[in-house]
């Protein structure tokens, strides 16, 4: 045995424990997503400046894909928050990868009739066609009714995900996260969005 005499643990104090940083509560960071998604919302739908839906089109791009993440991509599917989320999101990837949706898409449209109708691409849906249609679709966030922005993104979605799988060249969860997409935003459109909007 050593002569070691053992003494019992320090306990800190609370000013230990204030000094800690921690993350963000996410109660408030889930309140302040909520209300800047319905000021972005309202202020672009009381304004008739079209350089502002402009604005709203590019403001992951502006702001960056990773801050909207951090404000909204925790919001549930059914909130404005998590809708606009999905909308940005949508539109980032169909600006990066426009070749891929184009294949993705014309595969698809044959088999979903009315969600093409409802998407309203141009026929034929090539690269610059689908970029079109998804900025044409945000710009409904400024003007129009949201659940229609809402259900033509739904639409565009479900389109994708039926060519993915009749293409063979997506993985079972990638269709089927394209599909869910599609049902989030459907739902959405259906749900109180409306209610936060008026």
Same mark, same amino acid.
Request: aromatic letters at 6%.
């Given at each position: ?14 000013? @230990? ?30 304004? &008739?400046?079209? /350089? ?18 951090? !404000? ?15 909308? @940005? ?17 014309? /595969? ?21 066609? #689908?970029?079109?249609?998804? &900025? ?9 009714? @949201?659940?229609?922005?809402? @259900? ?7 389109? !994708?995900? /039926?060519?993915?799988?009749? #293409? ?10 394209? #599909? ?17 909007? /008026?």
């Amino acid at each position: 045995m050593t002569g070691r005499q053992h003494h019992r643990p320090m306990t800190p104090g609370d000013a @230990f424990f204030a000094e800690i940083v921690g993350g963000a509560d996410p109660a408030r960071l889930r309140e302040a997503g909520d209300l800047a998604a319905t000021v972005l919302v309202r202020g672009a739908r009381g304004s &008739d400046d079209p /350089a502002l839906a402009e604005r709203i089109v590019h403001l992951a791009e502006t702001e960056g894909l990773e801050t909207l993440a951090e !404000v909204w991509s925790g919001a549930p599917a059914d909130t404005l928050a998590g809708s606009l989320w999905r909308l @940005f999101l949508l539109r980032s990837w169909v600006h990066a990868a426009p070749e891929q949706v184009s294949r993705e898409y014309d /595969a698809g449209q044959r088999r979903v009739d009315v969600a093409r109708v409802v998407a309203g691409v141009a026929d034929p849906p090539g690269p610059d066609e #689908l970029r079109r249609m998804v &900025d044409e679709v945000l710009r409904g966030i400024a003007g129009g009714d @949201f659940a229609v922005t809402l @259900f033509r993104a739904a639409a565009f979605a479900r389109i !994708v995900a /039926a060519g993915r799988a009749a #293409l063979g060249v997506a993985s079972h969860e990638e269709i089927s996260r394209m #599909l869910a997409l599609s049902e989030q935003l459907e739902a959405a459109g259906h749900g109180e969005i409306r209610d936060t909007l /008026a």
